[in-house]
């Protein structure tokens, strides 16, 4: 098996830059011991204007009678023969895509120590791999690489014998890609679709196999018009599996966006203001209003649900009171980013046991939820579509039921305030609806009243007289101890934290 990846450059900006990303020396030839093989990487040309770095699997076939994997998925031979004459050895298939991820994993994951600059970059490509097997054909090849920013897709069809063209094309094909991308991103691509196309795997599927597609998938699967094509394939047609992975693939499409992300436009918004003195941005207000209700609630033990990347669970972790803090995000890059935040690999024992962080969806009843003193929702709501609500309320009050629950949410009436807002448009693109505080207070009121809480609401920034604070904070504390009966609400109070000077 065999597959080239070549760049173009210049002496401002070498093309051998290829080398420190691929963490493999241009002037060196490399062989990496693998379970099927061998694996050689090698420099064909290496100058500051072209680059090309090559990767030869050299595929053992005794080897992969002795592992049983002969022909593929389920590795069962068609007949005894089939065991040692396929196409294994040749033709690019999961063995390449396994060892493009042992050979090049930092690259892969778009890592370079020694200049850590150089992976954020798109870089000219051209990746070329001369027999890749592709079930559906070229044009198969171009709806799966030709969503993903590639300007040049080139399936060629491989005859089946070049001395007798009237035999007609092979299930094989002459790839050409060519664009400017990022390398990880083109390496992940490859990592996944080189199974897709040749629709088998050498290894048994295991459940594992779904977090491994969304991994690489990150950034890209989840829009992509054939994900559904590309998740069974890749996990070799399994239902339970596929079914797993595609809804959580629909969940990271719908999630809302990064937490720094909201910031972001948050302190964008503050900054355009036209001020004596820079104001405290807003994301800083609304995790202070946060921190203020959870302490004035007695909390403990708290649950971030949607806690992006790390921000409010970095900021209870420095105070000892709370003895346990859980992050929850449905974004796995999220939760990537706020590990890297918190860096639990550098606290003491007693301080990395108060923290845990994992993936999962408050479209969904979640066990791990349950028993909690309270629950955070900071920016979450307007993130899901309407419909998707319902499921959300049951999954934090029906189920999970903390004692107390913090819902934050902009206020759409002080859109007007910002002028650096266009006019009728939300906050964040991934925004499925803002609320006035009218809407805010009635979703919140009724959803009380069905489970048994009361509900407060707390202005968070600048509480202008005439369309009110920038986010809206409703602060729900659980009055009884059972869902209340269908069409008998609970005694549900809806009350206005007071302002400065007024009677409560």
């Not at 090698?42 to 053992?60: G, N, Q």
Request: with cysteine.
């Amino acid at each position: 098996m065999f597959l080239t990846i070549s760049t173009t450059g210049s002496a401002e900006r070498p093309a051998t830059d290829l080398g420190f990303l691929l963490h493999k020396h241009p002037e060196k030839a490399q062989a990496f011991t693998t379970s099927h093989g061998t694996a050689h990487v090698f420099y064909p040309e290496a100058t500051a204007e072209r680059c090309t770095a090559a990767l030869l699997l050299e595929v053992d076939p005794v080897a992969l009678v002795r592992r049983g994997q002969g022909k593929g998925r389920g590795g069962a031979p068609d007949a005894a023969l089939a065991q040692y004459v396929n196409d294994r050895p040749y033709a690019a298939s999961s063995l390449l895509a396994v060892a493009l991820s042992a050979v090049f994993r930092s690259a892969l994951g778009g890592q370079c120590t020694a200049r850590p600059e150089l992976p954020g970059q798109a870089r000219p490509l051209r990746i070329e791999i001369p027999v890749l097997p592709a079930r559906g054909g070229a044009e198969l090849v171009r709806r799966l690489f030709g969503p993903l920013g590639w300007n040049l897709v080139e399936a060629e069809p491989v005859p089946l014998d070049e001395q007798f063209p009237e035999w007609g094309d092979s299930r094989y094909v002459r790839l050409t890609l060519e664009g400017e991308l990022r390398l990880a991103d083109a390496l992940r691509q490859l990592y996944v679709l080189l199974p897709v196309l040749d629709d088998a795997k050498h290894y048994w599927v295991a459940p594992d196999e779904v977090d491994k597609l969304l991994r690489a998938g990150d950034g890209w699967l989840a829009a992509h018009p054939e994900n559904g094509l590309i998740t069974s394939r890749y996990l070799a047609r399994h239902k339970r599996l596929t079914r797993d992975a595609l809804e959580r693939l629909e969940l990271v499409r719908l999630a809302e966006a990064d937490g720094s992300e909201v910031e972001e436009l948050d302190n964008a918004v503050d900054e355009g203001r036209d001020t004596e003195e820079r104001p405290v941005p807003l994301a800083v207000q609304r995790r202070e209003a946060v921190l203020a209700a959870l302490q004035a609630a007695g909390a403990r033990r708290v649950l971030d649900l949607g806690c992006g990347q790390g921000q409010l669970v970095q900021a209870l972790l420095k105070d000892p009171a709370y003895t346990e803090i859980v992050g929850m995000d449905v974004s796995m890059r999220a939760l990537s980013i706020a590990a890297r935040r918190l860096r639990p690999e550098r606290m003491g024992e007693r301080q990395s046991a108060r923290v845990t962080l994992f993936q999962g969806s408050l479209a969904y009843t979640d066990k791990r939820l349950a028993g909690y003193d309270a629950a955070v929702l900071s920016e979450v709501i307007e993130h899901l579509d309407p419909a998707r609500l319902p499921g959300l309320e049951y999954a934090v009050f029906g189920a999970a039921r903390p004692r107390t629950v913090l819902v934050t949410t902009p206020n759409v009436e002080y859109n007007v305030r910002w002028e650096t807002l266009p006019a009728g448009h939300v906050r964040h693109g991934d925004h499925r609806f803002e609320w006035t505080r009218e809407e805010f207070r009635g979703w919140a009121g009724s959803v009380a009243a069905r489970h048994g809480y009361e509900v407060a609401f707390v202005p968070v920034g600048d509480d202008d007289p005439e369309v009110g604070p920038p986010t809206q904070m409703a602060v729900f504390t659980r009055v009884t101890d059972t869902t209340a009966t269908p069409g008998t609400p609970a005694t549900t109070h809806t009350t206005d934290t007071p302002k400065e000077g007024e009677a409560a």
